[in-house]
């Protein structure tokens, strides 16, 4: 979008003439901005600053992101063309409108990706680490490869051929696959299909060494050869198709809508509804075709006409297809080709066998996840489990990870008599078999298992410590803005508080009995809720700032979350810059707010950092004639959370702490100039170029330089 689109005449606002907060030209377009968030991705990929693996991790995060994209947003409107329109997006754009703008952005796209590839290749090879074909192996290595595919591959493949007698087969979603051309003595020309059993084996498989015939020396360093698996099963088609003629051989893979809908209100179990969900989202309408750059248009026709799609849902690839795959090469032994290693920090008073319900009885306690460990929330759970003053433990669980030590320590505290209870959400997207399966697994335990709230996602995070001392029963609570997951711990940026204030403790108390059981409360003492409150407080503090600045001319705004779309808070912060107060937003990942529009949106810079780490963090700060309020938790500024979600505000108290993420943590990262990229008026994104003499900051290697920082802030 250019200025010109701003106000029905296409041309700017008159001077004098309040603008229409709802005009459309003032939104982005939510599906735009997301493949925006994902070049960005892919930059990183392309970002020789990165090492080598680091920079494979990126190009394999962007693929993926693609595949859940296709899945959801395209897929979602593609059911909505020919359908009434129940609620246009800000933008205007209609469903086909924006299918439309999805295809000229996504070719272009896609190119890029390819080339970017190729580089990884070369360089990846240069490295020392090589993705080899089957036809140029010497005879010893081929024969050893061959072996290994009859006794272990073979057997497992099952040629399903297409033809006047064969119905074209079912091909699940992100399934990989060969299309093969084989001509029959009688029959002439046909094709089979044949799946690539990804699941069963590892998409790169190590070529085994061969002893050389004779000495060749010592080599300086290791090399690491792999093979794919489809070129592997490609190469050895005889086995499957004796005596037929094979021609063309061709990779593809489709990808099915995956948006499935739970009518929760017709279904008596929602466990079962659910896991019938996830088998219609394997079985879901095709949305997109990839195939192999070098497949003949002949092919690609067939296979989109069996598929019933059309010529721009067909995507030709000039990279393997399925590169997310590609993830398994981060675990070559190559440290050199990672970035470094550190070791989080430890908050004075927790660690090293020390009293942590003492800790935090005594202030509260304030965790930023990789910089600070996860280690003593864990510690703090086992000892709970232990500790035989503690009644009950009560936590929501939103994404859990595979062998995760919080589910551990609550299946360990039940065996020693607590009363736990886990608000366990079976809707979490693409996690919802891990979570089916730890759910089971801690009824077996004797947990007691609650699966989410009819029509809504328990998103919150949020955990309660019911423990009896000599005053009474103190409750210690763990709020976060991530999930309890030791392995995202590692790699997202979040925010998490410990703390015993009983306000605090008494509303997360009546948050659980809502979830667990019925509740019309929609005022809390401190925490702001979702999907009762949390907009209309927002909103509210969003105007005392602008009656301050008004008053004072000191109104300030920093905001730190993942995406903003929302119109009423997005035409809240319009307001605010047009009264002239400075806001600050640092969006990761799209946001569908239009900085820079003079006298609309002038005093607004988004930025947005795509680094190391997944910013994960949502901070929210509100100067306050220098009374200052910053809440965290588990919400960004879009409808989904704000209406069809538990979510989770809640205040920073402790003064230090609050001057901790005012003065240091935010402030870093809306000082970066390495990896933020400011948002333009027209929608496109810069880097941030440091000042002429100053030192380049990027902000999560500060923090990494800096861990524990915060903590001293904050004593």
């Excluded at 690609?300 to 006409?305: D, K």
Aim: one cysteine or more; a neutral charge; glycine letters at 6%.
């Amino acid at each position: 979008m250019d200025d010109s689109s701003l106000g029905a005449s296409g041309e700017h606002l008159p001077e004098g003439r309040a603008p229409s907060l709802d005009d459309p030209g003032l939104f982005f377009n939510r599906e735009i901005g997301w493949l925006q968030f994902n070049e960005r991705v892919l930059e990183e990929a392309e970002d020789k600053g990165h090492p080598l693996l680091e920079r494979l991790k990126f190009f394999a995060i962007c693929g993926s992101n693609l595949d859940e994209f296709f899945m959801v947003r395209v897929s979602g409107l593609r059911r909505q063309l020919g359908r009434p329109v129940t609620r246009a997006p800000a933008d205007g754009l209609t469903p086909a409108e924006q299918l439309q703008a999805i295809v000229q952005r996504i070719h272009p796209l896609l190119e890029r990706y390819g080339r970017c590839w190729a580089d990884l290749l070369a360089e990846l090879h240069r490295a020392g680490i090589r993705i080899v074909r089957f036809h140029n192996l010497p005879p010893e290595q081929q024969a050893s490869l061959r072996s290994m595919f009859e006794r272990e591959i073979f057997p497992v493949l099952t040629p399903l051929a297409f033809d006047i007698t064969h119905p074209f087969p079912f091909i699940s979603s992100l399934s990989l696959n060969l299309v093969v051309q084989v001509r029959h003595r009688e029959r002439g020309e046909t094709f089979a299909r044949i799946k690539i059993p990804r699941g069963l084996f590892r998409r790169l498989l190590p070529v085994p060494d061969v002893p050389p015939k004779e000495p060749s020396g010592v080599t300086d360093r290791l090399v690491y050869d792999f093979i794919l698996l489809e070129d592997l099963v490609a190469a050895n088609l005889d086995l499957l198709f004796p005596g037929m003629e094979i021609g063309e051989i061709h990779p593809f893979r489709i990808t099915r809508d995956a948006d499935t809908e739970i009518r929760e209100d017709e279904a008596h179990d929602l466990l079962s509804a659910i896991e019938e969900s996830m088998e219609m989202r394997r079985t879901g309408i095709p949305v997109r075709l990839e195939v192999d750059g070098s497949m003949p248009e002949r092919i690609c026709q067939i296979l989109a006409s069996k598929l019933d799609l059309p010529r721009d849902c067909i995507h030709h690839s000039s990279s393997p297809i399925g590169m997310a795959d590609f993830m398994e090469l981060l675990s070559v032994p190559r440290p050199d080709l990672k970035d470094r290693p550190f070791l989080p920090a430890v908050p004075p008073g927790v660690g090293g066998g020390a009293d942590i319900f003492a800790a935090i009885r005594e202030k509260d306690l304030l965790f930023y996840h990789p910089y600070d460990s996860f280690l003593p929330f864990v510690d703090m759970l086992a000892t709970a489990a232990r500790d035989p003053r503690v009644l009950g433990i009560k936590i929501t669980l939103y994404r859990i990870d595979q062998d995760s030590p919080i589910v551990k320590a609550l299946m360990e505290a039940r065996e020693q008599g607590k009363q736990v209870t886990a608000v366990v959400e079976l809707k979490a997207r693409f996690d919802e078999e891990r979570n089916i399966t730890w759910a089971r697994a801690l009824e077996r335990a004797g947990v007691h298992v609650v699966y989410g709230v009819m029509g809504l996602k328990v998103h919150a995070k949020a955990c309660l410590v019911l423990r009896k001392e000599e005053g009474g029963i103190v409750r210690y609570v763990h709020l976060s803005t991530g999930n309890y997951n030791a392995v995202t711990s590692k790699i997202y940026g979040d925010l998490g508080l410990l703390t015993a204030d009983p306000d605090i403790a008494a509303d997360v108390t009546d948050l659980f009995n809502a979830l667990t059981g019925y509740s019309g409360k929609i005022r809390y003492r401190s925490l702001l809720i979702a999907p009762r409150s949390l907009r209309s407080e927002i909103l509210q503090r969003i105007d005392r700032e602008i009656e301050r600045h008004r008053s004072h001319g000191d109104g300030y705004l920093a905001f730190k979350f993942n995406a903003l779309e929302d119109r009423e808070c997005i035409q809240a912060l319009y307001r605010a810059s047009m009264a002239g107060v400075t806001v600050d937003l640092n969006v990761r990942g799209f946001s569908c707010l239009r900085p820079g529009v003079p006298g609309v949106s002038d005093h607004v810079r988004v930025t947005s950092i795509v680094d190391r780490f997944l910013e994960h963090a949502r901070v929210y700060y509100f100067r306050n004639g220098g009374s200052s309020e910053v809440l965290l938790g588990s919400a960004d500024l879009r409808p989904r959370n704000l209406d069809r979600r538990i979510e989770i505000l809640f205040p920073v108290k402790d003064p230090g702490i609050r001057d901790a993420i005012i003065s240091t943590i935010l402030r870093v990262h809306l000082a970066d100039t390495v990896k933020a990229r400011d948002l333009n008026p027209d929608g496109s994104y810069t880097r941030v170029q440091p000042r002429a003499g100053s030192t380049p900051l990027r902000s999560q290697a500060w923090l990494i330089d800096h861990r524990g920082d915060w903590h001293r802030k904050d004593g």
